[in-house]
């Protein structure tokens, strides 16, 4: 009975190398056809080169000087225009004693969290503003990359900020991507489309939507000789 139980043990951990075995060698071959077989084909861009060598970098940080001096002013009109109020109330809480003291209080705590919120938003316009800018610059973009990608036959693009410690000359497209894009981003071309004037005493400003590539204009099709009227044919 022992040499039985010994046979069909033996039996059973066969079979579980076999497994083993077979699985292994089927995970070979997978990694094999997806590394060897059919590599991917990686090429590098980068964005902020050709940002550069296209003048939109420049004009961009013009643009962003601009608008935080408007920043600067709106900072300046919010101080001056609630900073006395906040002043007068702060004497007041110090000479007012009892429950007049603690609503006093309240109204102070009010006044300087607008202002802090204010100042906050001042800030938080300035910083969408310029991600604004870049997002419509990269938008635009987007498309010269496509096609150049297309034409190398690449798989994936990589911008070499996302932690890249090496670059084979060979697979970098910046060059390429910059003379397919330069003619498009002419100095002229607005950085957002349909923006109004910033007044510095409100900061409005409208939602612009982005800028759409300009796609060459397809064949005109000749149109169809107008039908003549009965009495014209007659």
Not at 110 to 120: H, P, Q, S, T
Not at 148 to 173: E, F, N, Q
Not at 189 to 214: K, Q, W, Y
Request: proline letters at 6%; glycine letters at 4%.
């Amino acid at each position: 009975m022992n040499g039985e139980q010994n046979i069909e043990q033996g039996g059973k951990s066969g079979m579980r190398w076999f497994q083993i075995l077979y699985i292994v060698a089927l995970v070979a071959v997978l990694a094999t056809s997806v590394f060897f077989l059919n590599p991917h084909r990686v090429g590098v861009l980068d964005v902020n080169r050709v940002a550069r060598e296209t003048g939109i970098a420049s004009r961009i940080d013009r643009e962003y000087k601009a608008r935080r001096q408007i920043a600067i002013e709106r900072a300046t009109k919010l101080q001056r225009d609630q900073a006395p109020r906040i002043e007068e109330l702060a004497r007041k809480v110090n000479a007012a004693s009892g429950t007049e003291k603690a609503l006093l209080q309240d109204e102070f705590v009010k006044a300087r969290e607008e202002f802090e919120y204010g100042k906050l938003d001042i800030n938080r316009d300035l910083q969408n503003y310029q991600n604004r800018l870049w997002m419509t610059f990269k938008k635009r973009l987007q498309p010269f990359i496509d096609i150049t990608a297309r034409k190398r036959k690449l798989d994936v693009v990589m911008d070499p900020s996302a932690s890249v410690v090496y670059v084979r000359p060979a697979v970098d497209i910046t060059d390429s991507v910059i003379n397919v894009c330069r003619d498009y981003f002419t100095a002229t071309l607005p950085l957002l489309e349909e923006t109004r004037a910033v007044s510095p005493a409100s900061g409005d400003e409208g939602e612009a939507p982005l800028a759409p590539i300009a796609q060459p204009a397809p064949a005109k099709a000749k149109a169809p000789a107008p039908a003549k009227s009965k009495a014209a044919r007659k």
